[in-house]
């Protein structure tokens, strides 16, 4: 079965800086794909990154980047120079390749509030 | 990507009513999946949505109660029948192009209030 940990249910960051949203997880899948979502208080699921098990560079789309450690299994992800508008919550996923479900599991979530 | 429409978007139900919320998705995908998000909490699958088939269903969630259909590559109902307070939840309509790869996209949710 597959498993997804999210150990922060609140964080703080002050605005401009960087922050790191801890995510682990759990599959006995070889091949599996790492998703991090973000949920602003409008309820929207927004898309932000995305990790291969088996790509070997961590993934970046502009501010955000996936600290991916497969052997601890670990896929953390990191937002720079934090604004206003990160505040929301952020869902760490996890989509098997190896199966064919398809599905996307979630984490239980990391609460992100960014200080003026 | 997928553009998804869901409706309603929100509604207040009385206890023991059923309601059908219906997923549109602007392209054809391969995977529709139904979630529930109880207040404050993370999403959790309730069914893979199968097309031309009955829906899949993660364990504590039963056809009786959450029944699915698909009728073809682009929509998808979910009812929640004789509803409780405790079905009172967002429910979140997704989709997937592709069976393996590849982002899920998702609707903006219908979130119900039951009475």
């Known amino acids: 079965a597959q498993k997804i940990t999210q150990t922060q249910p609140g964080m703080f960051v002050q605005e401009k800086e960087a922050v790191t949203l801890d995510c682990t997880y759990d599959t006995s899948d070889q091949s599996y794909g790492l998703f991090w979502y973000k949920q602003p208080s409008s309820g929207e699921m927004i898309f932000l990154i995305y990790q291969g098990s088996y790509d070997e560079q961590n993934a970046t789309e502009g501010r955000y980047s996936l600290n991916f450690q497969k052997a601890r299994k670990s896929a953390n992800l990191v937002i720079s120079a934090s604004q206003l508008g990160d505040s929301a919550m952020y869902f760490c996923a996890m989509r098997s390749i190896s199966s064919n479900t398809g599905k996307l599991i979630f984490g239980q979530g990391t609460t992100l509030q960014v200080k003026p | 990507s997928a553009v998804i429409s869901q409706k309603p978007s929100r509604d207040i139900c009385q206890r023991g009513t059923s309601l059908t919320i219906q997923c549109q998705v602007d392209?054809?995908?391969?995977?529709m999946f139904w979630y529930r998000q109880q207040p404050g909490q993370s999403l959790t699958l309730i069914a893979t949505?199968?097309?031309?088939?009955?829906?899949?269903?993660e364990s504590g969630f039963v056809i009786d109660k959450f029944p699915i259909s698909r009728p073809n590559l682009t929509f998808s109902t979910l009812t929640v029948s004789n509803m409780s307070p405790e079905d009172s939840s967002i429910y979140l309509c997704?989709?997937?192009?592709?069976?393996?790869?590849?982002?899920?996209?998702f609707g903006e949710g219908s979130r119900l209030t039951v009475l």
């Open positions: 997704s989709a997937a192009p592709d069976r393996k790869a590849g982002e899920l996209f």
């Open positions: 949505a199968n097309q031309g088939s009955e829906a899949t269903y």
């Open positions: 392209s054809q995908v391969t995977m």
